[in-house]
């Protein structure tokens, strides 16, 4: 910082320093490789420089050494002198990658949020909606919404005039959502990643966009963009059924397997024209976090913590989702007993405490909707039904999501074994919104 005010003397010392180092390490490792002339001119030309700092020469004796000093190095120095720019940048970089690996794995790990199983505490990815016909960012806001929340376009076009009409998926009588396909696609264009794709219709002609697999607010966009609620939807579909206008269709599930699904192609009651966007949003990035991995190597975690672990030991995680990392929130530690009383739960027979997330959701403050139990009719659940008990096991923990329904949780798969546990949420450091700042 202060080199621009030091003195020619002082900054040719310094430079006569470095050499002399050089020169230390060119001799301790290629020495048995020198023959007798080489070391002898080596050692004197060391010496020599050596002396002339001892002795506090001026600059320009100083600059006369290291020259000396440098012809030997040139012709003994082997990998270790010279140096291409390349080497050294290649050093340079092997070197960060190491600190940063080394880091990573002992002390603080970044972590991305990718679903909203523990909104509004922590987001995953959301979105912004920008119907056809209204005021959509222009390519310098999209620039700059893009670097501050990670915020990416997905347009859907129409490939030709006429109505457009979607496949849905039914529970029962109802309708649950928007079909899509699983498939193989590209994060930033180049690493292997999920999509799901979703598949529209327009006069018979069929037009995609695809998403992240772990976004799951698509069905929100349809909605916004052609109807005032989910209402208005089962009776558009009521009226398309009616009419005899809703034509049962098989869906694809993934497109690395066969599987198929029933799904039913219904229209919306729209017309488009060629060209014009069917929908259009926003895909804004999940929060992103270090996670310290050091604190529950000395201690044992705590209720109302944000709790970061691998699932790799939990069986109904892997065949769902693999091998990956899960944040929630823990509710037990070994020996306790649990209890979910909708909206609140027990931990060994009161309501529990440690996190604010805790009260916000026993008083449904704002948008905390609440813990509930798990369903008998839905056979995805193992444990936490109405009026059960459960003891967390010696080596476990249980863990569940702030958004209690909207989270694939402990209430699913069971415990988190003790092994699996990495640490808490530290920071977010992404996006820049008010979210930014110390975890919670």
Known sequence: MFGLFESQEKKMRDNASNWLELASKVWSYRRDRLNAAESDELVERTESLRRLLKERADAARLKLGIESLEGVLVRTGGAIYPKTSLVENIEFFLVAAIVILGIRTYFVQPFKIPTNSMWPTYYGMTKENFPPGSDAPGLAA??????????????????????????????????????????????????????????????????????????????????DTFFPDRSALQAQFQKAAEAG???????????????????????????????????????????????????????????????????????????????????????????????????????????????????????????????????????????????????????????????????FDGRFWGFVPAKDVVGRPLFIYYPFTRRWGPAK
Do not use: C
């Not at 998926?169 to 079909?179: E, F, I, K, L, P």
């Not at 694809?252 to 039913?264: I, T």
């Open 142 to 223: 999209r620039a700059l919404r893009f670097l501050a929340f990670g915020a990416e376009r997905r347009t859907m076009v129409a490939p030709t005039d006429g109505q457009v009409s979607v496949p849905l998926v039914m529970n029962g009588d109802q309708v649950r959502g928007v079909a899509y396909t699983l498939r193989n696609g590209r994060s930033w264009l180049v690493l292997p990643a999920r999509v799901k794709e979703y598949t529209f219709y327009v006069d018979g002609v069929p037009t995609s966009v695809q998403v992240p697999a772990d976004f799951d607010a698509f069905d929100d966009v349809v909605f």
């Open 245 to 407: 206008q809703v034509e049962e269709v098989s869906q694809k599930l993934d497109e690395n397997n066969n599987g198929v699904y029933q799904a039913y192609r219904v229209p919306l009651g729209r017309t488009v024209r060629k060209g014009d966007p069917i929908v259009r949003f926003d895909i804004l990035t999940g929060d992103q976090l270090f996670v310290d991995r050091v604190t529950y190597q000395f201690m044992r975690p705590k209720v109302g913590q944000g709790f970061v672990f691998r699932t790799d030991n939990i069986p109904d995680i892997q065949r769902a989702f693999g091998s990956q990392y899960f944040i929630k929130r823990l509710v037990g530690v070994p020996g306790d007993s649990i209890e979910l009383r909708e909206p609140m739960i027990y931990r060994n027979g009161s309501p529990i405490t440690g996190s604010a997330a805790f009260e916000l959701n026993a008083q449904r403050t704002g948008p905390y909707r609440g813990y509930v139990n798990a369903l008998h009719e839905d056979t995805r659940y193992r444990q936490l039904f109405k009026g059960e008990t459960i003891t967390v096991p010696e080596y476990g923990y249980l863990a569940l999501g702030d958004n209690s329904n909207n989270s």
